[in-house]
């Protein structure tokens, strides 16, 4: 068979993505910190984009009153301008960045405390100080900022490296590893990584660790809680033998299987509760009250207040709106001046730039109003009764109700918040899978139901609950006699979430109090 090259015409459809739309889209996942970041970097770039000065008139796009009967999202026009902003996953370009695609929910790892609830730590760490990062009463950063503001972790510990009496090599390596040890005052990085790359021996690199393990705070520069706990324990003179194997089984201590531990480090009861009661006293945080970084507060982009009908007025948060505009005039301006074709080119771009931006930006703001209203309306049990009426809802059934595709609403409900009369939540919170009834009724939310597990779980030995620590089968039973039909692995998966210690912890818990 011959081969030879041709010419053919098909027809096709296809999706184009304009870099505008991809702009719009990038908007709608913004955070309002994130948004405000964007904005300023685009006012320094375009010349024709102006802030907008003076106050925000009320306008109707800014609010929505559930008991006002002429309420309508049935306008053409607000229809056809979401319709722009609406795009599926797919949609989007292959080479974005999986960050930009993702819309699923990051976990945080925990760390274990070995304090109990109500135990005076008696150390010497002053925990007033901890997670302090500066003095706020003034707006400027002048002398004066700098004289009141803490120190951080780092800092403490360079001016102790100045006064340390190291050579040359040893400041080094020293600053290095300094400035590789996280604010709780652990050492984060490899010994072996860091001696290749500075082309000294591992050796050379444990030893000047050493001296920096002797620097304020005890037990900083440890590169885990068992040595962290050992530096402070030597510090006291009070690391033996029997405190060493203490150290080795911390999973025991958390889990405070004190008999196993007791045969493990070959001591009686009593000497055991002393040692706890020494590890208890030990901070595994040794940078914590030491100043950091600011702590931003979360700002929320939609208040929900209750109307005297007894409805939900849902309103934006116009401080976290930016209000741009295009400069007219300068436009006018510029574009008389501009001589060459390239410079009317850049004139023209930056014109269409700042329209769209400006177009986009009142857009995002709408369809945030939007399905916000539209997560209030859902759920308008959790705002009256509390979050055991919390209703099952997922991103299609929202979706579904206010014509937008799911990709659209899970980049609108992310890092977005709302402040109702209970309290601020992301607006992802009211998105809680569906539990089924044991009658065949209304389902159960996910999240009432770890609600109820933990109301039973607190109720335990108190007056009006149960008089004994509650197994999981015995959960699973009180649950069905209430209308949940629910699995034991569920609730245990749910007692984990809500780091609740299983029964036979919490029974030992309880001996040990007594």
Same mark, same amino acid.
């Given at each position: 068979?011959?081969?030879?090259?041709?010419?053919?015409?098909?027809?096709?459809?296809?999706?184009?993505?304009?870099?505008?739309?991809?702009?719009?889209?990038?908007?709608?996942?913004?955070?309002?910190?994130?948004?405000?970041?964007?904005?300023?970097?685009?006012?320094?770039?375009?010349?024709?984009?102006?802030?907008?000065?003076?106050?925000?008139?009320?306008?109707?796009?800014?609010?929505?009153?559930?008991?006002?009967?002429?309420?309508?999202?049935?306008?053409?026009?607000?229809?056809?301008?979401?319709?722009?902003?609406?795009?599926?996953?797919?949609?989007?370009?292959?080479?974005?960045?999986?960050?930009?695609?993702?819309?699923?929910?990051?976990?945080?790892?925990?760390?274990?405390?070995?304090?109990?609830?109500?135990?005076?730590?008696?150390?010497?760490?002053?925990?007033?100080?901890?997670?302090?990062?500066?003095?706020?009463?003034?707006?400027?950063?002048?002398?004066?900022?700098?004289?009141?503001?803490?120190?951080?972790?780092?800092?403490?510990?360079?001016?102790?490296?100045?006064?340390?009496?190291?050579?040359?090599?040893?400041?080094?390596?020293?600053?290095?590893?300094?400035?590789?040890?996280?604010?709780?005052?652990?050492?984060?990085?490899?010994?072996?990584?860091?001696?290749?790359?500075?082309?000294?021996?591992?050796?050379?690199?444990?030893?000047?660790?050493?001296?920096?393990?002797?620097?304020?705070?005890? =037990? +900083?520069? @440890?590169? &885990?809680? $068992? !040595?962290?706990?050992?530096?402070?324990?030597?510090?006291?003179? *009070?690391?033996?033998? %029997?405190?060493?194997?203490?150290?080795?089984?911390?999973?025991?201590?958390?889990?405070?299987?004190?008999?196993?531990?007791?045969?493990?480090? =070959? +001591?009686? @009861?009593? &000497?055991? $509760? !002393?040692?706890?009661?020494?590890?208890?006293?030990?901070?595994? *945080?040794?940078?914590? %009250?030491?100043?950091?970084?600011?702590?931003?507060?979360?700002?929320?982009?939609?208040?929900?207040?209750?109307?005297?009908?007894?409805?939900?007025? +849902?309103?934006?948060?116009?401080?976290?709106?930016?209000?741009?505009?295009?400069?007219?005039?300068?436009?006018?301006?510029?574009? %008389?001046?501009?001589?060459?074709?390239?410079?009317?080119?850049?004139?023209?771009?930056?014109?269409?730039?700042?329209?769209?931006?400006?177009?986009?930006?009142?857009?995002?703001?709408?369809?945030?109003?939007?399905?916000?209203?539209?997560?209030?309306?859902?759920?308008?049990?959790?705002?009256?009764?509390?979050?055991?009426?919390?209703?099952?809802?997922?991103?299609?059934?929202?979706?579904?109700?206010?014509?937008?595709?799911?990709?659209?609403?899970?980049?609108?409900?992310?890092?977005?918040?709302?402040?109702?009369?209970?309290?601020?939540?992301?607006?992802?919170?009211?998105?809680?899978?569906?539990?089924?009834?044991?009658?065949?009724?209304?389902?159960?939310?996910?999240?009432?139901?770890?609600?109820?597990?933990?109301?039973?779980?607190?109720?335990?030995?108190?007056?009006?609950?149960?008089?004994?620590?509650?197994?999981?089968?015995?959960?699973?039973?009180?649950?069905?006699?209430?209308?949940?039909?629910?699995?034991?692995?569920?609730?245990?998966?749910?007692?984990?979430?809500?780091?609740?210690?299983?029964?036979?912890?919490?029974?030992?818990?309880?001996?040990?109090?007594?």
């Amino acid at each position: 068979m011959a081969l030879n090259a041709r010419l053919e015409l098909r027809q096709g459809q296809g999706l184009v993505i304009t870099p505008q739309l991809q702009q719009a889209i990038k908007l709608l996942q913004l955070s309002n910190l994130e948004l405000e970041a964007y904005v300023e970097a685009e006012l320094e770039k375009n010349p024709l984009l102006a802030r907008e000065e003076g106050e925000p008139e009320p306008a109707q796009a800014e609010r929505e009153d559930f008991d006002d009967p002429g309420m309508d999202f049935s306008d053409e026009s607000r229809m056809a301008a979401a319709a722009d902003m609406d795009v599926r996953h797919d949609d989007v370009h292959a080479d974005a960045s999986p960050g930009d695609r993702a819309t699923g929910d990051a976990g945080e790892a925990a760390q274990q405390s070995f304090e109990s609830p109500g135990h005076d730590a008696g150390g010497t760490v002053d925990w007033s100080r901890a997670g302090k990062g500066g003095s706020f009463d003034t707006d400027g950063e002048g002398m004066e900022d700098g004289l009141t503001r803490e120190k951080s972790l780092q800092e403490v510990l360079h001016e102790q490296l100045a006064a340390a009496g190291m050579d040359g090599a040893q400041r080094a390596i020293a600053t290095v590893l300094i400035d590789a040890i996280d604010e709780g005052g652990y050492l984060r990085c490899d010994l072996y990584d860091t001696a290749e790359r500075l082309g000294v021996s591992e050796d050379k690199v444990e030893a000047v660790l050493v001296r920096i393990q002797g620097f304020e705070p005890t =037990g +900083v520069g @440890a590169r &885990d809680v $068992r !040595e962290c706990l050992m530096l402070q324990l030597k510090e006291r003179d *009070r690391y033996d033998p %029997a405190m060493a194997l203490l150290l080795d089984n911390l999973e025991l201590l958390a889990r405070r299987d004190l008999s196993a531990l007791t045969r493990i480090c =070959g +001591v009686d @009861a009593e &000497d055991m $509760r !002393e040692m706890v009661g020494e590890i208890k006293a030990l901070t595994p *945080r040794p940078g914590a %009250a030491f100043g950091g970084e600011p702590t931003q507060a979360v700002v929320p982009d939609v208040f929900v207040r209750e109307g005297p009908m007894g409805g939900w007025h +849902v309103e934006l948060n116009t401080d976290t709106l930016p209000r741009l505009l295009v400069d007219q005039r300068y436009h006018a301006r510029v574009s %008389a001046g501009a001589k060459g074709e390239a410079d009317k080119a850049f004139v023209s771009d930056c014109h269409a730039q700042a329209s769209w931006l400006v177009k986009s930006l009142d857009q995002r703001a709408k369809t945030i109003l939007k399905v916000s209203s539209e997560i209030v309306r859902q759920q308008d049990a959790f705002l009256a009764f509390g979050v055991e009426h919390l209703r099952p809802l997922n991103l299609k059934t929202v979706a579904d109700a206010i014509g937008m595709h799911e990709s659209t609403v899970s980049r609108v409900t992310s890092n977005k918040y709302v402040a109702t009369p209970r309290g601020v939540f992301e607006l992802k919170f009211f998105f809680t899978s569906a539990i089924q009834a044991t009658d065949g009724g209304a389902a159960h939310s996910a999240e009432s139901v770890r609600h109820k597990i933990k109301l039973l779980i607190d109720a335990e030995g108190q007056p009006g609950g149960e008089p004994d620590v509650l197994s999981d089968d015995r959960i699973v039973e009180i649950l069905k006699e209430t209308g949940v039909d629910i699995a034991r692995r569920t609730v245990a998966k749910y007692r984990e979430a809500l780091r609740i210690p299983s029964s036979v912890e919490r029974r030992r818990v309880i001996k040990a109090a007594c």
